[in-house]
């Protein structure tokens, strides 16, 4: 057992590495950076701490959460998404605040039948309230290769991209009285599931288990955040080396989102008139 002072002098060091690494980009060993949360065996770190995977079967799902909270941040993740028939899995890559009226920022894979095109389905909460979907079909095969999936959240905006590309952008519009996430710090959580009463053909096409274990690879993750520790934030004390945290799309960037939209939007809640027909919510008519 250890003594008390022996723990005090670990909290110390644990202190001491939250405030060196304070700035760090995290550049990727799972075993430092999250903790599997769920799931019984089924999600398993590999290779030093350089890869990890979430597998599924007619039991369970598993996920993992980042060790840090953060509050603003950009964070980056390669994924390998289930290969085949993945009908009716979910794989899941999030920003989540706890509580009730918690802020989220989701990125969700929705599974398909072999060839058929999974969807990117994207949405943010403020204060408890999401209902702000948007979907996007990719531009390349997903589960062939790892691709990088990023979610950039600094205050004046949360963009979304795939490798590189901003596929949306969610502008602070407090000042037309839109909550937006920036007093609640998150984690980052991952998992797959199954979720086959709706995720597939809107729960249409069922997931079949004889393709079990379903498996999805992470590699390659990186925070490069304000780390949240003890009620502060670790940005506060130091604001060299962030353009993250100042970054916006430029002209250029938003040229990419264009195209993406054109080409890949599936569904866009701000323009879905049938749904909000008091009026589509009010950060729609921002941009
Ligand atoms: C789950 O899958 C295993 C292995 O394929 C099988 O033996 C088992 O019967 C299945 N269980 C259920 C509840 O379907
Ligand atoms: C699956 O494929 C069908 C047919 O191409 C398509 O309508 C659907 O949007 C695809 N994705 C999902 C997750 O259902
Ligand atoms: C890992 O991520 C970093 C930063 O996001 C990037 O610069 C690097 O190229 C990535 N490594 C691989 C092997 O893709």
Known sequence: MASFSSRV????LVMSLVV???????????YQDIDITWGDGRANILNNGDLLTLSLDNTSGCGFQSKNQFLYGQFDMQIKLV??????????????????????IDMEFLGNLSGDPYILHTNVYSQ???????????????TADFHTYSILWNPQS???????IPIREFKNAESIGVPY?????????????????WATR????????????FIASYRNFSANACIWYNGASSCSSNSGGKSWLSQQ????????MKWVQNNFMIYNYCTDTKRFPQGVPQECNMS
């Open 128 to 142: 408890g309230k999401g209902n702000r979907e948007q979907q996007f079909y990719l531009w390349f095969d997903p």
């Open 9 to 12: 002098s670990a909290l110390l």
């Open 83 to 104: 290969p085949g028939n993945s009908a009716g899995t979910v794989t899941t890559y999030y920003l989540s605040s706890e509580g009730s009226t918690h802020d989220e």
């Open 20 to 30: 060196s690494f304070s700035m760090a980009v995290s550049a990727g060993n799972f």
């Open 249 to 256: 799309l430029d002209y250029s960037t938003q040229g990419q």
């Open 202 to 213: 809107g729960g249409l096409v069922k997931t079949d288990w004889t393709q079990a274990p």
């Open 158 to 164: 949360i963009i979304f991209s795939v490798d590189g």
């Open 181 to 197: 996430p920036k007093y609640q710090p998150m984690r980052v959580y991952s998992s797959l599931w199954n979720a086959d009463d």
